[in-house]
Every structure is written in C-alpha cells, then in structure tokens.
C-alpha cells in the first residue's frame, strides 16, 4: 500500500486531530497499520484487530479458495484452530453460504473456532460471535465441546510454521509487534502442526479434511506427517498467493 493511501485510512478512522496524531506516531513506530487503525480486510471482511494480535495475511486466502472448493457438505461443519482473529474460519462461511454442489443450496456453516492467545481470542470473539459463531479459548483441540467429534467437515489450522531460528529475520512489523505465540512454529516449522494432524482424525467426519498453511520447501513434510496420521495428503501451491497448502482428508470406509 502507498503511503497516499495509509494516510487517507488513517484520517478515515481517527477521530479528531489528537487521535489521528497519535496514529500517525505508532505508524512511524513501526506498528502494522491494521493494528493502528483496528481492523483488517480479508476475502472482503473487515475485521477487529488489536495491538499484538496476528494480522491477516493475503497468501492466507488462498487456504480459504482451496477450503470452499473442497467443502461439499450439506451441512458444513467449520472448525478453525489457532484461529487469530477468526478470519479463515469466517471467510470460509461466508464463501459457502449459498452455494453447493451442481447449483444446489447449501444450508449455512455451522462455525466453532479456538485459540490460546487470550488477545487473540478477545479479537476472534468480536468478529465470530455476531455472525452466530463461537469461540473458546484454549490449546488447539482442547476447548472444543466433545460433541464435535466426528462431525468437523472443515478443519482449518492456520498455526504459525516459521522455524524458531526464522524468527529473527521476519519483518519488524511482525517480529516486534505481534505476539511470539503466532509466529514461532518451533524448531523445523511444524510442532504446532504436527500436533494438529496428530490430533485431527479424531474430529472430522468421514470425508471431512483438515487443511493447514506451510511454506513451499515444508509442503512435501508436511504432506508426509498427514499421511502418517492418517490422513490422505495433497499439496496446492498458487503463485499469485505466494501460498502453499496441504490437505488431508479422513478416508471414507
């Protein structure tokens, strides 16, 4: 974005001249302006983000493309895990609504979503909950209600997966102003990851599948751990994204 345009947002969301001046010197300091201004545009959302909360990044929607065209659940169940602000899980649900197999209708998504970081949480409750969603604070598969497994059509595992040794190199605006929590994915990238396919066939239904974001050189890994939990792994890749996916889905006996 040109600095023009960040100027035009940020008189767009002050206030008056105090607030918009002090917008002005976190922006200098280095904030992400999504965090500056307070919300974030995904897939055509707009959403609450607060200071040191994981802003929505651009390659992610193509995790969300390859998620809708997948789905062909009547009924979707959606689950998004380490759900940040809860923007996959949502924009998911907003890209089904309507829609279904050879023109048919869909009934509407049925949306949970968890997170540990309490922040983040916090965020994943302003945006989720009024569409109907819910939202539990947690480790991973932890806070979900029981009744769920078996029956997640979408699994949604957005974790961080930069190696811990990585971390050091991301931009400023990431290293300093987001929270470690959502950018640390452990020493090869896929602790959290791992953890995630480990614990997924227990909650997707027949069919259902779990997809997760990783960087190019990890997809065929990650690929390998899904099969080993098994999963049926496949790996898209876009270009215009710059984003890689690995889904895999729980076998239909």
Not at 23 to 45: H, K, S, T
Not at 94 to 121: F, M, N, Q, S
Not at 134 to 150: C, I, W
Request: net charge negative.
């Amino acid at each position: 974005m040109f600095a023009e345009d960040e100027a035009q947002l940020l008189k767009k969301a002050a206030r008056g001249p105090d607030e918009l001046e002090g917008m002005v010197r976190r922006r200098l300091a280095g904030l992400p302006l999504e965090q500056v201004v307070g919300w974030a545009e995904f897939r055509g959302l707009r959403l609450f983000v607060e200071p040191g909360v994981f802003v929505p990044r651009r390659r992610s929607e193509f995790l969300v493309k390859t998620a809708i065209e997948l789905e062909d659940a009547e009924r979707p169940v959606i689950v998004d895990v380490c759900c940040g602000t809860g923007a996959l899980g949502l924009a998911v649900a907003a890209g089904l609504k309507d829609t279904g197999a050879a023109g048919t209708t869909r009934g509407e998504a049925e949306l949970h979503a968890a997170e540990i970081d309490p922040d983040a949480v916090a965020c994943a409750r302003r945006n989720v909950e009024p569409t109907g969603g819910r939202v539990y604070e947690g480790d991973l598969f932890t806070p979900l209600p029981q009744t769920l497994q078996g029956h997640v059509t979408t699994l949604l595992c957005n974790a961080p997966y930069v190696p811990t040794g990585d971390i050091a190199f991301l931009p400023a605006e990431a290293r300093e102003y987001e929270h470690r929590v959502a950018l640390d994915g452990g020493g090869d990238g896929l602790e959290i990851l791992r953890r995630a396919a480990a614990g997924a066939r227990d909650w997707l239904a027949p069919g259902g599948g779990l997809l997760v974001e990783t960087s190019e050189r990890q997809a065929e890994a990650m690929a390998a751990i899904m099969d080993g939990a098994g999963l049926a792994p496949h790996v898209f890749a876009d270009d215009e994204y710059g984003s890689s996916v690995v889904a895999g889905s729980r076998p239909i006996l």
